[in-house]
Nanobody, 122 residues
Framework: QVQLVESGGGLVQAGGSLRLSCAAS????????MGWFRQTPGKERKFVAA????????TYADTVKGRFTISRDNAKNTVYLQMNSLKAEDTAVYYC???????????????WGQGTQVTVSS
């Protein structure tokens, strides 16, 4: 099992940047594919980005490609989401997740953090 805790959310102006972190407990972090999802009230949770176990392969949603970067540090049991050129429509609760395969659907992940709010003012 792995427990995930996100941090780094907050309020930022459009065009600004934020970096989210997700710290994982346990010794098995490097055995998991990691993903970031986001959700707004009344909507389904949507895929943002995913990264392979070693970090050498990444996948992004079209809506964030070129603006967001996912990375991981297996020595620190942490995955990051660098968000640049933020837009009002990026406002959401952001969740990190751990799973066994790179997937763009939330059902592909077994463990979830509690989420961190990102609000982008226009």
């Amino acid at each position: 099992q792995v427990q995930l805790v996100e941090s780094g959310g907050g309020l930022v102006q459009a065009g600004g940047s934020l970096r989210l972190s997700c710290a994982a407990s346990g010794r098995t972090f490097s055995t998991y594919v990691m993903g970031w999802f986001r959700q707004t009230p009344g909507k389904e949770r949507k895929f943002v980005a995913a990264i392979s176990r070693s970090g050498d392969s990444t996948t992004y949603a079209d809506t964030v490609k070129g603006r967001f970067t996912i990375s991981r540090d297996n020595a620190k049991n942490t995955v990051y989401l660098q968000m640049n050129s933020l837009k009002a429509e990026d406002t959401a609760v952001y969740y990190c997740a751990a799973g066994n395969n790179v997937a763009q659907g939330p059902l592909g992940y077994n463990y979830w953090g509690q989420g961190t709010q990102v609000t982008v003012s226009s």
